[in-house]
């Protein structure tokens, strides 16, 4: 006996089924695990364990199913046969399945980004997740960091930068391109390009934060400034007055400290104003014919 439920279930009418032995809508290693579990159940007289099985349905795809079975007794208590609540669950294995295969293409996708991800918790501000960038940046171990705040680590050089990302993702749904600067456990800067939004993790409000460290940037930065720093103290030093105007409209962008002295004008009052500005040439063609050799020949000597 079956009824229209369960004929259902197995994609066949109830006069299709009746006498039909399990093997022959299963595979061998299906029928082969029934077997196994029903010879258990009639050994040990255990009742009502669930099992999950696979069919082969009409059209030749699996059916998952999962029963209830129960071994039957005639009034002596003698064993006669076995009976099964079974219910249809291949659309809960698919999406256990896809669950399964999203998970693990989302860490696979975390593991290879080059730049530190984080999952915060909106509420109390814990880490729920963190990439292995994450951890080789700052120095903390992924057990050291989850379940544990940005606060407690004392990540950020400015706790307050985080309150006001938390602020302004609130108002705009997200953020992009925030510089912020984080802090290594020995206390040394981390300087990053910050992007965040909210996003649904495990039932719950969290950020997810993409940084990116620009250190090496900020040190090329540094070492520039300084060159330049270096470069205009030598101009600064030099006897001779000297002058850096821009070529598309020859306003003075530099001058050094001679120069002031020689013109009688500060740095303030010289520097975005050109030179016919300031009327310093005596026959103001000196000027063009300067300016025509410098186009001519790229240099101007004596």
């Given at each position: 006996?079956?009824?229209?439920?369960?004929?259902?279930?197995?994609?066949?009418?109830?006069?299709?089924?009746?006498?039909?032995?399990y093997?022959?809508?299963?595979?061998?290693?299906?029928?082969?695990?029934?077997?196994?579990?029903?010879?258990?159940?009639?050994?040990?007289?255990?009742?009502?364990?669930?099992?999950?099985?696979?069919?082969?349905?009409?059209?030749?795809?699996?059916?998952?199913?999962?029963t209830?079975?129960?071994?039957?007794?005639?009034?002596?208590?003698?064993?006669?046969?076995?009976?099964?609540?079974?219910?249809?669950?291949?659309?809960?294995?698919?999406?256990?399945?896809?669950?399964?295969?999203?998970?693990?293409?989302?860490?696979?996708?975390?593991?290879?980004?080059?730049?530190a991800?984080?999952?915060?918790?909106?509420?109390?501000?814990?880490?729920?997740?963190?990439?292995?960038?994450f951890?080789?940046?700052?120095?903390?171990?992924?057990?050291?960091?989850?379940?544990?705040?940005?606060?407690?680590?004392?990540?950020?050089?400015d706790?307050?930068?985080?309150?006001?990302?938390?602020?302004?993702?609130?108002?705009?749904?997200?953020?992009?391109?925030?510089?912020?600067?984080?802090?290594?456990?020995?206390?040394?800067?981390?300087?990053?390009?910050?992007?965040?939004?909210?996003?649904?993790?495990?039932g719950?409000?969290?950020?997810?934060?993409?940084?990116?460290?620009?250190?090496?940037?900020?040190?090329?930065?540094?070492?520039?400034?300084?060159?330049?720093?270096?470069?205009?103290?030598?101009?600064?030093?030099?006897?001779?007055?000297?002058?850096i105007?821009?070529?598309?409209?020859?306003?003075?962008?530099?001058?050094?400290?001679?120069?002031?002295?020689?013109?009688?004008?500060?740095?303030?009052?010289?520097?975005?104003?050109t030179?016919?500005?300031?009327?310093?040439?005596?026959?103001?063609?000196?000027?063009?014919?300067?300016?025509?050799?410098?186009?001519?020949?790229?240099?101007?000597?004596?």
């Amino acid at each position: 006996f079956l009824n229209d439920s369960a004929a259902r279930i197995y994609q066949r009418t109830p006069g299709e089924m009746i006498g039909v032995n399990y093997k022959t809508y299963m595979t061998p290693d299906e029928s082969e695990k029934i077997f196994q579990v029903l010879l258990e159940i009639y050994q040990t007289g255990c009742s009502d364990q669930i099992i999950d099985y696979e069919i082969i349905g009409r059209d030749g795809a699996p059916v998952a199913c999962e029963t209830i079975i129960t071994l039957l007794r005639d009034h002596q208590g003698n064993p006669v046969g076995f009976g099964g609540v079974i219910r249809n669950v291949t659309d809960k294995k698919r999406l256990a399945r896809q669950l399964k295969e999203s998970k693990e293409s989302y860490h696979r996708v975390v593991e290879l980004a080059p730049d530190a991800i984080t999952i915060t918790r909106v509420s109390d501000g814990r880490y729920l997740e963190v990439n292995e960038v994450f951890c080789q940046q700052t120095g903390y171990t992924y057990e050291e960091v989850i379940g544990r705040t940005a606060m407690d680590l004392n990540i950020y050089a400015d706790p307050e930068d985080r309150r006001q990302i938390v602020a302004a993702i609130r108002k705009e749904g997200r953020v992009s391109g925030i510089r912020v600067n984080f802090r290594h456990r020995d206390g040394s800067l981390l300087h990053d390009i910050v992007s965040s939004r909210i996003i649904q993790f495990k039932g719950e409000e969290c950020l997810l934060f993409v940084c990116t460290l620009i250190n090496p940037l900020v040190e090329a930065q540094d070492a520039l400034k300084e060159r330049e720093k270096s470069y205009y103290t030598i101009l600064n030093a030099a006897p001779y007055g000297i002058v850096i105007a821009r070529r598309s409209d020859a306003a003075c962008v530099f001058v050094n400290d001679a120069y002031c002295e020689r013109t009688g004008y500060s740095r303030e009052e010289t520097i975005g104003r050109t030179t016919k500005d300031l009327n310093l040439y005596v026959d103001p063609t000196q000027r063009d014919r300067m300016v025509e050799r410098l186009e001519r020949d790229g240099k101007v000597l004596g």
